[in-house]
């Protein structure tokens, strides 16, 4: 199976730090984000597809030197990132087999729930935020199953903690049968994919105990103290550069 790391964004809420890195480099407790990332799919992935687009000669040298996951493949979002929806069909002619796994690559997720999500054909995982507001607010029947994402609704329409869509999703190829609209923003969004598929088939939710989204400077220093390890193996020493 294959996992995707979608990590082609210009991080333009990380700035002035991505001014001149990529995101997925910069570095939670002594490690790049992009090593967190990787450990995370570590023993549940046959082989990695990084999606990149700004600083990607930078990602390229770090894989290059890195010692985590020997067997892995660089797709470039071409002419220019399109969304989230737009960086999976990128990978589309890349895939290795049916199935396979996709995580944002500026948010950290738990080995074992991503190996839980991995037993679905169709999935997402989800996870409890008391600022439920800043995302995407999960609801699912009584199987379990998804219904509809409520994007970012307003404090108070929900009790807190509310489950939350953590941007880590599991597919199998069925899942590109689907035409994708353009968004509001003008990219093309892969919760539309979910919505699409979940009017087919089952797309089952599964909790995760622990998510951990960097989006800006603040979240990046609050993320130095999270006990991290806890949740993912640590990489190598020898993938820091």
């Not at 210009?10 to 984000?33: E, F, N, S």
């Not at 797709?75 to 589309?92: F, K, S, V």
């Not at 995982?125 to 609801?139: F, I, Q």
């Not at 409520?150 to 689907?178: H, I, M």
Request: charged share 20%.
């Amino acid at each position: 199976m294959d996992g995707i790391i979608l990590a082609g964004g210009a991080g333009t809420r990380m700035r002035p730090l991505t001014l001149d890195r990529p995101k997925a480099l910069l570095h939670v407790q002594g490690q790049p984000i992009l090593a967190w990332s990787l450990m995370s799919l570590r023993g549940l992935a046959d082989r990695a597809l990084i999606v990149v687009h700004a600083f990607k000669e930078q990602i390229a040298d770090w894989m290059r030197a890195q010692a985590i996951f020997a067997d892995y493949q660089l797709i470039e979002q071409r002419p220019q990132p399109l969304g989230t929806g737009h960086a999976l069909d990128c990978c589309r002619e890349h895939l290795a087999g049916d199935d396979f796994l996709v995580i944002n690559g500026d948010d950290l997720y738990p080995a074992a729930a991503l190996r839980e999500l991995s037993r679905h054909d169709f999935g997402l995982l989800a996870s409890a935020r008391m600022d439920y507001a800043n995302y995407g607010v999960v609801l699912r029947d009584r199987a379990g199953a998804f219904l509809r994402i409520d994007e970012k609704p307003p404090p108070g329409t929900y009790a807190a903690p509310a489950l939350c869509n953590s941007g880590a999703y599991k597919f199998t190829r069925a899942v590109f049968q689907y035409q994708l609209p353009k968004s509001e923003r003008g990219e093309f969004e892969i919760t539309d994919y979910v919505t699409a598929a979940a009017r087919d088939r089952p797309v089952m939710v599964v909790d995760s105990p622990f998510w951990l989204p960097i989006g800006d400077p603040p979240a990046l220093e609050a993320a130095q103290t999270v006990d991290v390890a806890r949740w993912i193996p640590p990489p190598p020493a020898n993938t820091v550069l």
